[in-house]
């Protein structure tokens, strides 16, 4: 089971912009499609971005098209998501995850992922 932990959420005004960062434990990681999902409150938790295991296939869920980035480092052990152009909608709490059959392609299905990082706030104000 891989561990995740992430890191760089808080508070931003909209038009702002923020990096999070997930560290990952394990030489497995790098067999893994890897994704970011957000989850408000009240709301399900949604795959915002997946990454598959090479960097090579990305997704990006419509509502943040255009405006978030995600990557990975393999030799790191670390994804990024890259947000920009950042709305009041965007307030969630960020999960990254991991879908841990080995060379999967990237998924916006939530039941894909199957280890998780404990979450960071991300609250953008109006």
């Known amino acids: 089971q891989v561990q995740l932990v992430e890191s760089g959420g808080g508070l931003v005004q909209a038009g702002g912009s923020l990096r999070l960062s997930c560290a990952a434990s394990g030489r497995t990681f790098r067999r893994y499609a890897m994704g970011w999902l957000r989850q408000a409150p009240g709301k399900e938790r949604d795959v915002v971005a997946a990454i598959n295991w090479s960097g090579g296939s990305i997704a990006y869920a419509d509502s943040v098209k255009g405006r978030f980035t995600i990557s990975r480092d393999n030799a790191k052990n670390i994804i990024y998501l890259q947000m920009n152009s950042l709305k009041p909608e965007d307030t969630a709490v960020y999960y990254c995850?991991?879908?841990?059959?080995?060379?999967?392609?990237?998924?916006?299905?939530?039941?894909?992922?199957?280890?998780w990082g404990q979450g960071t706030q991300v609250t953008v104000s109006s």
């Open positions: 995850a991991a879908d841990q059959r080995e060379y999967y392609s990237a998924s916006l299905s939530p039941t894909d992922f199957d280890s």
